[in-house]
């Protein structure tokens, strides 16, 4: 059981291992001791396995007394999807009470005992969505965030800025942002983007598993989606300008390696991945690789390990020790400043074991202070790291003021899907092309018309 707050620390040692420590119980005598073969030896490799059980008691104490003044911001969370998927969003459901709610890695004594202190809530829908109702569907997500800091305003604060998020922390309460996953549902329209900005929006990730009309996806890494830009095409280079003129955070998560490194070369801000862990680790493509962590560092860039067991160990079962090695390992290719912690939790079906749920953080921080992260390390992977990041965005946001926001549209004929209007594009501002079936019975009627 861990100490009481401001107790010190004791570690309780019974039956032979009391006796070995020489401690009050059923000691052996000197003289048994002394006739017992390597005794020496044998007292001292007991003392050792006693006191690691302190140590580990110690590293907790440590990473909880660490973690009450600089609480941890995770960059991924998908409650808000579970909130759809289970009650249709309708969060006066008695059973969607946040503070009992069942079944989640997520409600608010869990988020109170993990000590997380700021949250980027996605704003996910599916792929299946794209070309679709993407935009209403993100929108309904967004109003469920907002309606969490209304319904609960004693836990969370939906905040905009980084000085929102540390108004958080000294009112002891989840400063609670949002981030939309999926470039999909911008419907490829910048007045989308701006819209959500101004509905509180802070980071976009610019793909999910699937391919947009302006950025690939992961997956074409994999070979299982064709690469259509080799990043980001000419429109997907003005969203990413469009967001550094706002000053939202870009997230790379789910994006395929060229779509990272053009976006890592491109952007005026420095860029997250809100969920990703480490490629050399484990050989998933939604992994970061090294070459990638270099660009990182030298944009003051942010990775967020995510806890999912496919990305940390490429198996179904991974341990919370498997996750502090792809810290480690981004601390070594990179540097502490550029990691940090994105659990994915809500969002994923197997987590490592020590990971369950958003309660368990601490013991992973106690892990990294067992392997000689430093205070200042820990801080910075905790929070800093994210804040610094943002400080920095809002900053090229500054910079950028009196820059007109980007109008020119996309081109229509590289927009999807059936059930669009060509409204605005008009010779004058862009052409609306036909489809060709359509354009080849113009042509025929033209033809005819000449005849």
Known sequence: MDSEP?????????????????????????????????????MAVLALRLL????????????????????????????????????????????????????THTNIPKLR?????????SVYVPCDTQNKDAVKRTLEQIDVVHRMCELY???????????????????????????????HSIDSSLGVLRTFYRLGVRYMTLTHSCNTPWADNWLVDTG???????????????????????????????????????VLTLSKAPVIFSHSSAFSLCQNRRNVPDDVLQMVASTDSLVMINFYNNYVTCRDTATLADVADHMDHVKKVAGARYVGFGGDYDGVTRLPTGLEDVSTYPALVAELLARNWTEAEVKEALAENLIRVFRRVEQVKENLQGTAPHEMPIAFEELEGSCRTPYGYTDGAGTARLPPAALGLALALLHSLLS
């Open 6 to 42: 401001g107790q010190p620390s004791r570690c309780v040692r019974s039956g032979r291992l009391a006796a070995a420590a020489g401690q009050p119980g059923s000691s052996p005598s000197g003289t048994e001791r002394a006739k017992m073969p390597g005794g020496s030896v044998a």
């Open 153 to 183: 305003p004693e836990t969370f604060s939906c905040v905009v800025d980084s000085a929102g998020i540390q108004q958080a922390f000294q009112n002891k309460k989840v400063a609670s942002l949002i981030g939309v996953e999926g470039g």
């Open 52 to 103: 690691l059980p302190c140590a580990g008691q110690q590293h907790r104490e440590e990473a909880e007394r660490i973690m009450t003044t600089t609480p941890v911001i995770d960059g991924h969370n998908d409650l808000p999807w579970q909130l759809l998927k289970r009650f249709n969003n309708q969060l006066g459901l008695p059973e969607a009470n946040l503070t009992t709610l069942d079944g």
């Open 113 to 121: 005992r993990g000590h997380v202190g700021g949250q980027f809530w």
């Open 224 to 262: 299982d989606d064709p690469p259509l830009h080799n990043g980001l095409s000419s429109f997907g280079e003005t969203v990413l300008a469009e967001m550094n003129r706002l000053g939202m955070i870009v997230d790379l998560a789910h994006v395929s390696v060229e779509t990272m490194k053009a």
